[in-house]
């Protein structure tokens, strides 16, 4: 449905039976076309090449189109975790949303933090294993950087949510078989939360589980809602 289609419906319908100010009801009605219009026409671009994002998106039914953004990932001269993946994720955000300018662009980013120091992906099943053996008994944050853009109107929208995870005090054996078993090669902290990683785990402490694995959906859908894409209640889009 194109614009002027839908500013007939909404002109003709959302005031039926109202009486108020004639002006009121203008402007109520170009926010509200704003908005149905950009949910209607606005493709969705999640700006990651990260599958466990791209799972976790598929989880809200919305159709979406991945691309890569190509940014340097290395932390600024004292950068906190919290403002790294802040800034990440808006500059993943924005590359994406300078290329493609008729979309809302999700960014995310991610870093774990223990003793002081960045847990960074293992890559080899002997890097796993010693970082488990180190983290055992310890406790991990999380930092989960989000950023929501649209690229037609330039509205940003920014979060960043935090996890606390506890390791449980793990045998040498328990480590060797969960790092076998699983591979968590590519994972921050060697384990993976949504799989048989949530066996290593004392606890885990967050408003919203989905960001330990890469993307806060409940803080996502609430960008998304402000910029008018229903979840629910509308058929998705």
Known sequence: ????????????????????????RVRATIENLRLSYSATTMKLVLASSSRYRRELLERLGLPFTTRSPDIDERPLADE????????????????????VPDAIVIGSDQVAFASGAVLNKPGTADAAIAQLTTMSGATATFYTGLCVINANTGAVYTAVET??????????????????????????????????????????????????????????VEFLRLEGVAVLGAGGR
């Open 163 to 220: 996890v606390e995870v506890t390791l449980r005090t793990l045998t040498c054996a328990e480590i060797v078989d969960y790092v076998a078993r699983e591979q968590p090669l590519d994972s921050a902290g060697s384990f993976k939360s949504e799989g048989l990683g949530i066996a290593l785990f004392e606890s885990v402490r967050s408003d919203d589980p989905t960001t330990l694995i890469g993307l806060p959906l409940i803080r996502l």
């Open 80 to 99: 906190a975790p919290a403002a790294l993946v802040a800034r990440l994720a808006r500059l993943k955000a924005e590359v994406v949303a300078s290329a």
């Open 1 to 24: 449905m194109g614009p002027v289609a839908i500013a007939r419906r909404m002109i003709g319908t959302t005031f039926r039976g109202v009486k108020s100010n004639p002006l009121v």
